[in-house]
């Protein structure tokens, strides 16, 4: 009789087998992630876990798997999560930026309006070129970023460039992005979505809004929003914070939520997360749909904005790591279409794994005000998988 070993390993061969690969290869797997603890939100699995891959898909996982002659990485002490995917970044706005995240366990990430119709081709350039999957939201300001705010000029948001930008790349262009605070838009918050959504109507992509300290009532902004749509900076302060001073979540974002808006993090560097506002958030019971950073080279330095550590934030106001893992993976994974199958270690899903260890000690940590927090445990990146090819970390 088989044990239960031996049952485990002959079935995944034969899975393989009937899957067209060749008799007598000298191990069914490419790769095996042995030993370490498995938290894959989208499966159910929270548990210590071998993950197996071959043909840069998740080919099994269980308890013990026979490496055989396949690579092995040893993850004990290790969890073991789907490849992480960042939905509020600027990755593609830096030369070298999606490999940078690659470091970090970011195996999918979308650069969130760094350009309009205007560079985009510099952007598209980056994400296609970058070792992992990458999409791009388009800035409705055809300039892109602008220090001064790109939407004071009402101008810059074209409808029509915006659609033909799309329609031209929309391989890559999986959305639309808006800008909505007093800073970057003035008095033209409102009729910026409505032009946004205008430019996404035909080709049906989302539009993703960043809130916080606009001069329209946030109410008023929520009412353009549908299902699918993402609002970004969920946790910025006032004014126009997604919370009242009483602590209570305004109702047109209880609705917004409800009918299917997406409600993200993006950690950033100026005005987007302060310690008070998320604790009053959090504290209503409203949760993040999906962490993300909003990645920059400088911010990776200056707040330690990368994923891992973002997570950690969360983790120290009393977020479990299981929901910012649910944050970043399968989440993650259901708000753009490029990104369904992903988010996943489901045998079949393509083999994007994330490798972390959660440390214990003092931690600081900032809010985008500089005021520093103190946490006893911290999550770091400890390689990654992408597309079945193991990448450790480097040193
Ligand atoms: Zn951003």
Known sequence: MMNRRELLTTTAA?????AGRAFGAAAPYDLVIKGGYVIDPASGVNAVRDVAVAGGKIAAVAATIEAGGAQTVNAAGKYVIPGMIDIHSHAGDTQGGPAMNLEDGITGYVDAGS???DKIDDVIAVVKSGPQLGRILINIARTGLLPGGELQDINN?????ARDTIAKHRDVIAGIKARLSKNVAGNNDVEALRRAKEAAAPSGVPVMIHIGQSLSPLSQVMALMKKGDIVTHLFAPPPEAIVDDAGKILPSVIE??????????GHGRGGHFRWDTT??????GFLPDTLSTDWTPQGRVAQFVDLPTVMSKLMYLGMSLEQVVACVTCNAARVFEAFREKGSLKVGSPA??????????????????????TGKQKLFPAGTVLAGKWIPRPA
């Open 157 to 161: 948001a074209d409808v029509a460039l």
């Open 256 to 265: 917004a939520q409800q009918r299917g808006v997406w409600f993200d993090m």
């Open 14 to 18: 034969f899975g393989l087998l009937a």
């Open 279 to 284: 604790e009053k958030i959090l504290a209503a």
């Open 352 to 373: 994007d794994i994330s490798l972390l260890e959660l440390r214990g000690g003092g931690f600081d940590f900032l809010d985008n005000y500089n005021e520093k927090r």
């Open 115 to 117: 350009r309009g119709a």
